[in-house]
Nanobody
Framework: DVQLQASGGGLVQAGGSLRLSCAAS????????ITWFRQAPGKEREGVSC????????YYADSAKGRFTISSDNAKNTVYLQMNSLKPEDTAVYHC??????????????????????WGKGTQVTVSS
């Protein structure tokens, strides 16, 4: 079975850190662009970061630049999102998805999101002030 499993969310104080994991089974993350999305209640979905092992490209939303780092461990077939200096506005459900699209191009568009081949269930990140 093909599966993407996001984990690592939790409750953290502002300024703290979390590392999210996106573990894949049934396919190889190195063959896809893996994108982290987040959505908070009442807000639009946001493409936070992505990585493509095929060409080594990465992307960060302006809201994530300088604080988040995406990486891929192909041996573990897992993509990580290290989130530092967390802010209350980072509070959201985060989930990962895998697709053939170029990393980051139109990341907030419906075409990008619905062009993904596989989606994982979300993990809740809550940052308290």
């Amino acid at each position: 079975d093909v599966q993407l499993q996001a984990s690592g969310g939790g409750l953290v104080q502002a300024g703290g850190s979390l590392r999210l994991s996106c573990a894949a089974s049934g396919f190889t993350v190195a063959d896809y662009t893996i994108t982290w999305f987040r959505q908070a209640p009442g807000k639009e979905r946001e493409g936070v970061s992505c990585i493509s092992s095929r060409d080594g490209s990465t992307y960060y939303a302006d809201s994530a630049k300088g604080r988040f780092t995406i990486s891929s461990d192909n041996a573990k077939n897992t993509v990580y999102l290290q989130m530092n200096s967390l802010k209350p506005e980072d509070t959201a459900v985060y989930h990962c998805a895998a697709g053939p699209t170029a990393c980051g191009v139109g990341v907030d568009s419906d075409a990008y999101y619905y062009g993904m081949d596989y989606w994982g269930k979300g993990t809740q990140v809550t940052v308290s002030s």
